[in-house]
């Protein structure tokens, strides 16, 4: 396959592929109900931003004319580092925070969960606050209602809820788990895969 072909056929094909997929993830995880994705959704423009610059550059500044193979290695490769660069450790690090601030939450209310035993207006008060506060990453974490569920109960009675506090205790310890161990890649399912080449092997085996 000559030059010819690949250029004004493949490479804009390949790059209009790109682009609605890109353009496609943004929307979908830019929709998401939860915040946690909707906090990546800006690196898929970046990531295409950065891509489209560097086809441009590679293709009309260096004037490369790469046969077929040539052509799937460089571009492969770019699509692998421009990956990686933009979505790979930016989503890992953006996740990574994201998770910390919910375990962060998780051990307040326990914290306050616990004290409301003995301190009972100080706890109940540190709860409230809490749920207020961090409604949306409690929903997300299915962990909202029960905490409510306390929190409304033991107001009520103006004392703590004796009836549920272990079992809500336990709860929390269960999701500060899963917190802790969620995966923190952007697409985990993905990580075998681009994990198959160059720089994208190393880095995907870290975030794993």
């Not at 690949?6 to 682009?19: G, H, N, T």
């Not at 929190?151 to 004392?159: C, L």
Request: proline share 3%; charged share 20%; aromatic share 12%.
């Amino acid at each position: 396959m000559n030059y010819s072909t690949i250029q004004s056929i493949i490479l804009p094909a390949y790059i209009i592929v790109y682009f609605i997929t890109l353009v496609a993830l943004f929307k979908k995880y830019k929709a998401s109900k939860e915040e946690r994705k909707r906090s990546i959704a800006p690196l898929f423009l970046i990531n295409l931003i950065l891509f489209v610059a560097l086809v441009a550059g590679i293709t009309f500044l260096y004037n490369l004319s790469p046969n077929i193979t040539q052509f799937v290695i460089i571009y492969g490769l770019l699509t692998i580092g421009v990956f990686t660069v933009t979505l790979e450790v930016p989503g890992f690090i953006m996740l990574s925070g994201f998770d910390e601030k919910s375990v962060t939450v998780l051990q307040e209310i326990k914290a306050d969960l616990i004290k409301s035993r003995f301190r009972f207006t100080e706890g109940i008060e540190g709860i409230h606050k809490s749920l207020a506060k961090n409604k949306q990453i409690l929903t997300e974490l299915h962990a909202y209602d029960q905490i409510e569920y306390y929190e409304t109960s033991s107001t009520e009675m103006n004392q703590s809820n004796t009836s549920v506090i272990d079992l809500l205790v336990m709860s929390l310890n269960q999701w500060i788990k899963e917190c802790e161990e969620k995966s923190k890649h952007p697409f985990p399912k993905m990580v075998d895969i681009f994990s198959l080449a160059g720089l994208s092997f190393l880095i995907a085996q870290l975030l794993k």
